[in-house]
């Protein structure tokens, strides 16, 4: 009876050590890279966001990626996000009042376009996308706002940078989830030689937290080394 105890032990630990040997999806990677960097399209689809500061909350019933490319192996550009069903839901006087960038009809937000460029997110050291305007720091103007003849919120510009964890890592695929980091000040090492980043979002220059969850459609399966 021992002997089947200690045999029974033995292939359990067996078995543990094995599974525990099989490369995860979502592995840690120290220098984290495209592979390939061929050009290849990005797309995305998204539901809910809320941007919240500076005593406001705009919420969207969802939100689509447009447009953009990996340029690069540490980049993507020329990202544009579109949201849609935009209103706040906190406003300085009044609730209620459709949100959209200036130009754009009520309701809806567009982004100018963005770089992401690929770093670990610290202290965790999670894989993750640094999130910049293209041009210039910012991401695109609230156009002002009013309801029932009270206001709002005034024109804003929503500014800075913003990171997003990305999922999952070392396998090559051609759909990554990304997750915005709800934190006013986050840190990205870009590694590769390019810095230590302090990501802050803002709302007319205070900060301001962005909430929502994506899914990237690439058109070539792509895997983060």
């Given at each position: 009876m021992r002997w089947t105890r200690l045999a029974g032990l033995v292939f359990v630990t067996a078995v543990a050590?094995?599974?525990?040997?099989v490369p995860s999806a979502?592995?840690?990677?120290?220098?984290?890279l495209f592979r390939p960097a061929a050009g290849?399209?990005?797309?995305?689809v998204g539901g809910v966001s809320t941007l919240t500061g500076a005593g406001l909350e705009v919420e969207c019933d969802e939100h689509h990626v447009i447009a953009g490319n990996i340029v690069s192996s540490l980049l993507v550009g020329g990202l544009i996000y579109h949201y849609l069903g935009c209103e706040y839901t906190k406003g300085e006087a009044e609730s209620g009042c459709p949100a959209n960038s200036v130009g754009e009809a009520g309701g809806v937000i567009v982004t100018t376009k963005l770089h992401a460029i690929l770093g670990l997110l610290l202290p965790s050291k999670v894989t993750g996308l640094l999130f910049l305007p293209q041009a210039g720091k910012v991401f695109t103007t609230l156009a002002a706002a009013e309801r029932n003849g009270r206001r709002c919120a005034p024109e804003l510009k929503i500014e800075g940078n913003v990171t997003a964890t990305i999922d999952?890592?070392?396998?090559?695929?051609?759909?990554f989830d990304l997750d915005a980091v709800e934190k006013?000040?986050?840190?990205?090492?870009?590694?590769h030689g390019l810095g230590l980043v302090k990501?802050?979002?803002?709302?007319?220059?205070?900060?301001?937290?962005?909430?929502?969850?994506?899914t990237w459609v690439l058109t070539l399966a792509t895997e983060i080394t």
């Open positions: 050590i094995s599974i525990a040997a979502s592995a840690f990677s120290s220098n984290p290849q399209g990005v797309l995305g999952p890592v070392g396998v090559a695929v051609t759909e006013e000040i986050s840190e990205i090492d870009l590694t990501a802050k979002l803002l709302i007319a220059g205070e900060g301001a937290i962005l909430s929502q969850s994506t």
